[in-house]
């Protein structure tokens, strides 16, 4: 939870290994991302973090299911058609799976950018305002799934978010401010 301005898409492109600090290091899982090749840094985005932006990021010319399946091509890794066809229903994108971005709602390409994250079983999953251009009902279905996905896939869901009650449904709330912790913990 933040205010805007204060470095809430920095921090995520930082922890998801996007952009370069200018001083200091970023550790996951014990290792400083930031010591790592640009090779390497490629791979570890591909296959440990699932990026969620506010304005989906799809590929115009991609299908549901192709823009899903993307950063498993990228990678050259097999495409487990049983798991594809469970995120899609879990998505409820089956009836849409080949349509393509300009041809489904708002909610619907949000939930293609989710799945899009979600394919390669990534460690954590870092969100910017994934609810910011939907409205009540998609919101709501959105973060249900990506609290299932936690819950389920023992993800780490980094979530930044301007809407008081999308944030009390979270384990831990941190505010930000003019890039400061102000405060942490388990409630707002």
Request: glycine share 8%; aromatic share 4%; proline share 3%.
């Amino acid at each position: 939870m933040e205010h805007r301005g204060s470095g809430k898409s920095t921090l995520l492109h930082l922890i998801g290994g996007v952009d370069r600090p200018s001083s200091g290091k970023v550790f996951i899982d014990g290792k400083d991302i930031y010591s790592f090749s640009d090779d390497e840094l490629a791979i570890f985005r591909r296959r440990q973090v699932g990026l969620i932006y506010q304005f989906y990021n799809l590929i115009p010319i991609l299908n549901v299911e192709e823009n899903i399946t993307l950063p498993l091509k990228l990678d050259n890794r097999d495409i487990n058609k049983n798991k594809l066809d469970n995120l899609i229903n879990i998505l409820g994108l089956e009836n849409r799976r080949f349509h393509l971005p300009s041809e489904i709602s708002g909610g619907q390409q949000q939930r293609t950018s989710i799945g899009r994250a979600m394919i390669t079983n990534p460690a954590i999953i870092l969100a910017d305002e994934p609810t910011g251009n939907l409205d009540s009902k998609s919101s709501d279905e959105i973060v249900g799934l990506l609290k299932k996905s936690n819950r389920d896939y023992k993800q780490t869901i980094i979530m930044i978010t301007h809407n008081i009650e999308i944030a009390k449904i979270a384990d831990r709330i941190i505010k930000i401010e003019d890039g400061k912790i102000v405060r942490g913990g388990d409630s707002i």
